[in-house]
């Protein structure tokens, strides 16, 4: 009853826990928190414990860059819980940050947006975290079905729409018609390994290390999915292997673009194999209307133009692909409330 109490003063949230930013719609208000999801993590020997030293922004400075006492962690790895004590503290601390400072601890309605090929154990884990974390009732829901919302797809006609969700750690592709899922599948491909592949690249071609951070700043600024009639150069630092010293060094963005062969070819793959599993019907709507891209990796530059080519399909980045999954939840919230919980399935 007092978590009901609670509730009264409380906002309606979805929230896209994914595995690079954690991201918060807030009904009424729009997106309200985009975060990273990272935690620094402070040992204290004394006590025997661990205490939270920061979350979000603050704690990925600091990944790469800690003493031994401190260690950032990100939580989520390819979608799903990798430590479950620090994702409940992570989840309550954007929820309370989220709410304000208010005399009442929060108890939101919470839509979480999940990974479509995530486990049971693991949504089970995902939804315990939330409850941990103060919510007084949680729903998943898949990431395509939220990101279609978002991206404004006509998810409730009797028409396929296929949509392609690159994340973080995960590329979802779905085709969905009458409110539901067709046809689904999920890669582990996505922002982390493109960073991968260019820390592995720098490192064989070059025989130079370069941490996390530097890679993603090199895949946003000069990360290309296509050749392109401008060569864009970066110009960055990093370790020498053979001397233990650090060199600067020059990329340019075909380089990189060869470094993103493999994962790029992992997310082609699979939007393949979603066309040869689609029922025809659908499949002629999809051809009609094409492939709706979102998701932070929907940003690498030309990627649009490198599915265009490998399917034949008009393919279209969505408006805003970072927040698509985060703002289709707050929608979804919205038509639930209107509809009931069964519109989607989440009964």
Same mark, same amino acid.
């Given at each position: 009853?007092?978590? #009901? ?35 620094? $993590? ?25 003493? *031994? ?26 929820? /309370? ?30 939804? /315990? ?11 998943? !829901? ?10 404004? &797809? ?21 085709? !969905? ?5 067709? +046809? ?15 820390? #592995?690249?720098?490192?064989?071609? +070059?025989?130079? @290390? ?7 700043? !090199? ?20 370790? #020498? ?15 990189? =673009?060869?470094? =993103?062969?493999?994962? @790029?070819?992992? $997310? ?31 940003? &690498? ?11 034949? =399909?008009?393919?279209?980045?969505? /408006? ?12 979804? @919230?919205?038509? !639930?409330?209107?509809? *009931?919980?069964?519109?989607?399935? @989440?009964?």
């Amino acid at each position: 009853m007092f978590k #009901n109490l609670r509730g009264y003063f409380s906002n309606d949230l979805s929230i896209d826990l994914g595995t690079a930013n954690t991201l918060i719609y807030v009904r009424g208000r729009g997106i309200v928190l985009n975060e990273p999801s990272v935690v620094a $993590i402070r040992e204290e020997p004394g006590r025997a414990g661990k205490k939270i030293e920061a979350v979000g922004q603050e704690a990925k400075n600091m990944l790469g860059r800690t003493p *031994g006492h401190i260690t950032a962690i990100r939580p989520m790895k390819d979608g799903v819980i990798a430590d479950f004590t620090v994702t409940e503290k992570m989840l309550q601390y954007f929820i /309370e940050k989220v709410h304000g400072n208010r005399m009442m601890r929060p108890s939101p309605r919470v839509l979480i947006c999940v990974p479509y090929g995530s486990t049971q154990v693991e949504r089970r884990a995902i939804q /315990e975290s939330a409850e941990g974390a103060g919510a007084r009732w949680v729903r998943l !829901i898949e990431e395509p079905m939220a990101a279609a919302v978002g991206a404004g &797809l006509p998810v409730h006609e009797a028409r396929g729409s296929m949509v392609l969700d690159i994340g973080g750690g995960t590329s979802e592709v779905a085709v !969905i018609s009458l409110n539901g899922i067709v +046809y689904a599948s999920s890669v582990r491909i996505g922002g982390d390994r493109f960073d991968d592949a260019i820390i #592995n690249y720098v490192r064989r071609n +070059y025989g130079i @290390l370069i941490g996390e951070a530097t890679a993603e700043k !090199i895949k946003i600024e000069i990360g290309s999915a296509y050749p392109g009639q401008q060569v864009n150069e970066i110009s960055v630092k990093g370790r #020498n292997l053979s001397e233990g010293v650090p060199r600067s060094f020059t990329l340019n963005s075909n380089e990189i =673009l060869e470094a =993103l062969q493999e994962p @790029l070819a992992g $997310i082609v793959g699979a939007v393949k194999v979603a066309l040869e599993q689609t029922p025809p019907e659908l499949g002629a709507d999809v051809a009609e209307r094409g492939i709706v891209l979102t998701g932070g990796g929907a940003l &690498l530059r030309d990627i649009d133009k490198l599915l265009m080519e490998e399917t034949g =399909l008009p393919v279209v980045v969505s /408006e805003d692909p970072l927040t698509c999954v985060a703002r289709g939840g707050g929608r979804m @919230l919205e038509l !639930i409330d209107e509809h *009931g919980p069964a519109l989607f399935n @989440l009964e």
